[in-house]
């Protein structure tokens, strides 16, 4: 007699969380103040690119099990690399959106591949708690989305969407941009101005994120409402506008389906 496998993989989820959190969570911020030389971050950035994949690769090789999930450690100890190299060297900037959402999605489908392949089960849980495994891997799926809206979304909204904030219009350059809006082609960036911004679009994305996830999508309307009041005197300058409203709208459509998928996991698991 076999024992039905869970709808929701505990090691699906496990592994999820690993990589979200190696390549969102202990990353970079997209944008930060000058602080330290070029050279000395880069430096810094390779070293702990390193450290953190091959961190990565020995926790999924314990979690799956060193054989067979020593193929899995190496595909998420060569995405963990492959990934911020595209990102920050290989891939123009205007298409970081597109390269984020599409090795999201090819990894998640490698990932169920090889477990379903290899017939692959979780040998150590990270966390521990007395809950059904299905139930447990729903919750480590909802942490890992919840780490892509924050990092994820902030390189998606500022870098696909066009959103830098212009410091002051009176003082921007009159330069058109060429083929579609594009603020950071336009205007000059304003650093803290964009960093403020960054922080606000995160926590705005958790708190949509949770509300769609508990179906509370009466509350959607509330708080664009609140958000449309606040920044209504901006609204009032051109520029700003079409930041805050293709900001917005990015921010929006992220965290959505984010919950929605968060949803599904406890569907799922249910």
């Given amino acids: 007699m076999t024992t039905a496998a869970p709808p929701v ?14 390549n969102y969570l202990f990353s970079g911020d997209p944008v930060r103040a000058a602080g330290r ?19 990565v690769g020995v926790l999924t090789a314990a ?11 190496g595909v998420v100890t ?7 190299l595209a990102r920050s060297i290989w891939v123009p900037g205007r298409y970081l959106a597109e390269l ?12 169920q591949w090889l477990i379903v392949r290899f017939n692959l089960q979780a040998n150590w849980a990270l966390f521990r708690m007395p809950l059904p495994e299905s139930l447990l891997a729903a919750y480590g799926i909802a942490a890992a989305l919840l780490i892509f809206v924050t ?18 219009l009176e003082s921007a350059p009159k330069v058109e941009p060429e083929g ?16 403020h911004g960054r922080l606000i679009g995160n926590v705005e994305r958790l708190i949509l994120v949770l509300f769609v996830a508990n179906g509370q999508y009466t509350a959607l309307a509330f ?15 051109r520029a700003w506008a079409d930041y805050l409203i293709l900001g917005s709208l990015t921010s929006f459509l992220v965290a959505v389906v984010a919950g929605l998928l968060i949803q599904a996991a406890f569907r799922m698991a249910a």
């Avoid at 979690?63 to 450690?73: E, F, K, Q, S, T």
């Avoid at 984020?100 to 990932?111: C, K, P, R």
């Avoid at 990092?151 to 002051?168: H, K, Q, S, W």
């Avoid at 708080?223 to 300058?237: N, P």
């Fill in 9 to 22: 993989s505990l090691l699906f989820a496990e592994v999820l969380l690993l990589w979200h959190a190696a």
């Fill in 37 to 55: 030389p070029r050279s000395s971050q880069t430096r810094r950035s390779i070293v702990w690119l390193f450290l953190r994949a091959i961190g």
């Fill in 63 to 73: 979690v799956a099990g060193v054989w067979p999930g020593i193929i899995l450690a």
């Fill in 78 to 84: 060569a995405g963990c690399v492959l990934l911020p």
């Fill in 100 to 111: 984020e959402i599409a090795s999201n999605v090819a990894f998640a489908a490698v990932l």
């Fill in 151 to 168: 990092r994820g979304g902030t390189i998606i909204v500022l870098n696909r969407a066009g959103t830098m904030p212009p410091p002051e």
């Fill in 180 to 195: 579609s809006l594009d603020l950071q082609g336009a205007l000059p960036v304003d650093t803290v101005e964009l960093n």
């Fill in 223 to 237: 708080f664009f409402a609140a958000k449309g009041l606040i920044r209504s005197k901006d609204v009032e300058r």
